[in-house]
């Protein structure tokens, strides 16, 4: 599936040209060389750490809250990211100047989108800490979200046509534009979050016999509980601020994994979702690719043309979701 | 009725219990002085509300004593940890189990957690100890059934079955046999006295079910608005303590037949 990822683009490039590039064999074109090494590869493997991480997060919140429907968007940190952008980018026509010339940059987009998704964060730990009940958690989430939504709206309101085009086109969601260094630093996070999860695979598997039962067999509930809150916010969090909000992954992915193989032990879980959601991502931007065709769909579009129907499949088929 | 080799496994003292309402102690029973022997079959009976499950879910430490202590194998149980609490004591709760693709082994194995690596991988022990829970609760045939494909009978023996495989010296029990007909309520108590005998277990089960604990208990505790009263079935009857358990007009209690009647106005 990366392959085929890879080969496809904008830029139709031979297939000969295409794998002696690979293999960094010298090639006659430095350009096609220069567009698969340094911006289709990064791009392939960003589809596939987004894939794995959306659907990983979506994996550990619908265990933790037992509830078929939670994903990784859930806790408002993809909302928190959003805000973070909203406002740098927003702001920018309020203030001029500076701040106009910092939106502008790449590398500044990601530091708000991960200032605002770990401003979130904290705040959903903070509370989470306090609230006793895992659901309320949930709700305190959807609040959050609904909250920066509204906010968005109010600078939305405010702002010039050219800049809120520049957020709309980040709230697309696109797996490119990603340098190498960028790709290393997302990679360190993306291997932080997956430890974690490690971790908690065991306590994660009593927990689906729900919070008390697993409290009776030695789980350390709160502790689990802000591993999995800590891991789903890390890996939720970097995917957002690289990659924009891509929707449905989350929530759709852990379901189609658990209906292909049938099983809950996390132990097989977490590797299967992790690649299911790697091929879908990859299948969902070669897509939006458009093979054969110059123009790009925007990647929340196809994600969400194949999510939702999917999703809607899966409750009228199954009746009672699994988890 | 309790014969020599019993040893006290568990122990209150003065506990009280209840919940904390707006930072003001809302007790619900106060001074009590309990003990549990391992061997013997413990059944809590009492009206709707009056304290059962709450004293459960304290004995077990899930929820906070007001006051007073509750010992554990003689140590108190606010100095154990998670994981070696759960080798002490193991659960059979009334909420279900969340719908999962788990399969009856899984659910059973899981009961093996305190005793697993951090990945929860099943040793040879492991293995054993769960294929002989399975076997003790006959469950062994459904093994690898999924949960959500059983009834309610058999889902209740993999819920015990668990319980076994965590190899705790208490089981606690929370209405076991709500919702099940009255062969499969019989079988299911039968099976935990058979358990409790033959593995030496102390078992704790609250129920409603009072004719069928006045026959298969060894202990009943009696919980009364105000105070809780322990003694065997036998004792129970003749000083007339059990007939005040329900202060009720409808029905009253026939001390040769050991049960209660409903009263014909």
Known sequence: MGIINLSFGSVSIPFKEFIYSLLDKKIDDDTLRYIIVNLRLPKTITAILVGSSLALSGLLMQTLFRNPLAGPFVLGISSGASIGVAVLILSAGMFGGTI??????????????????????????????????????????????????????????????????????????????????E???????????????????????????????????????????????????????????????????????????????????????????????????????????LPTSDYTLPLNAVTTLFGAPIVIWLLVRKRKLIF | MTNNTSNIILETKNLSIGYTVKKKPLVIQKNLNLELKTGVLTCILGNNGIGKSTLLRTLATMQPALSGDVFIANKNSKNFGPNELSKKISLVLTESVPPSNLSVYE?????????????????????????EAMQQTQITDLALHKIYELSDGQKQRVMIARALAQDTEIIILDEPTVHLDIHHKISILKLLQNICKTLNKSIVIATHEVSFAIQLADILWLMYPDKCITGTPDELITNKTLQELFNSNLISFNMKTKHFNINNA
């Open chain 2, 107 to 131: 659910l059973v194995a899981l009961g093996r957690q305190p005793y697993t690596n951090w990945l929860g991988s099943l040793s040879d022990v492991d293995k054993n100890m769960v294929a």
């Open chain 1, 183 to 289: 790709l290393g630093f997302f990679f360190v996070l993306y291997a932080l979050g997956i430890l974690l999860i490690l971790f908690i695979i065991k306590p994660l598997n009593s927990l689906l016999l729900g919070e008390n039962y697993a409290k009776s067999m030695g789980v350390n509930f709160k502790s689990t509980r802000l591993i999995t809150l800590l891991a789903t916010s890390i890996l939720t969090g970097v995917c957002t601020a690289f990659a924009g909000p891509i929707a449905f992954i989350g929530l759709a992915v852990p379901h189609l994994t658990r209906l292909i193989i049938t099983s809950s032990n996390h132990k097989i879980l977490v590797p299967a979702v992790a690649i299911m959601g790697a091929i879908l991502m990859l299948i969902s931007d070669t897509i939006a690719q």
């Open chain 1, 100 to 181: 106009a010339g910092l939106a502008s940059s790449n590398l500044s987009l990601v530091l708000a989108a991960s200032a605002g998704a770990f401003l979130v964060l904290l705040a959903v730990l903070m509370a989470a800490s306090k609230v006793r009940n895992t659901m309320s958690i949930l709700i305190i989430g959807l609040m959050f979200g609904s909250f920066t939504s509204a906010i968005i709206s109010v600078l939305a309101y405010f702002s010039s046509a050219e800049q809120l085009q520049q957020f709309m086109f980040w709230s697309y969601g696109s797996l490119g534009n990603l340098s190498w260094q």
